[in-house]
Nanobody, 121 residues
């Protein structure tokens, strides 16, 4: 059974940094597209980053230059490093994975429960 569990969220001041982690079990990253999404209160889910099965990396326009996604195959954990956080980055951040897609989409078949990031003024 595929399981994903995010951690590392919290309250940070504007300009601060966080590293989110997503522990995966039941699959390996080699043959899955993996990604991070976020959803702010009252807004639609937004793609933050993705690593496709060919290693291609995507970053959303709103975070490009401020986030780095990485995957540690040995630990079966993916990470999202966020820097220079702003109040607009406040959201619940979710990791996701899918073995049938070469790249990420909102229809990925496995999702974590999310970790809340709150950025104060």
């Amino acid at each position: 059974e595929v399981q994903l569990a995010e951690s590392g969220g919290g309250l940070v001041p504007a300009g601060g940094s966080l590293r989110l982690s997503c522990a995966a079990s039941g699959f390996t990253f080699d043959d899955h597209a993996i990604g991070w999404f976020r959803q702010a209160p009252g807004k639609e889910r937004e793609a933050v980053s993705c690593i496709g099965t060919d290693g291609r990396v995507y970053y959303g326009d709103s975070v490009r230059g401020r986030v780095t996604m990485a995957a540690d195959n040995a630990k079966n954990t993916m990470y999202l490093q966020l820097i220079n956080l702003q109040p607009d980055d406040t959201a619940t951040y979710y990791c996701a994975a899918d073995r049938t897609m070469a790249f990420c989409s909102y229809g990925m078949d496995s999702w974590g429960k999310g970790t809340l990031v709150t950025v104060s003024q």
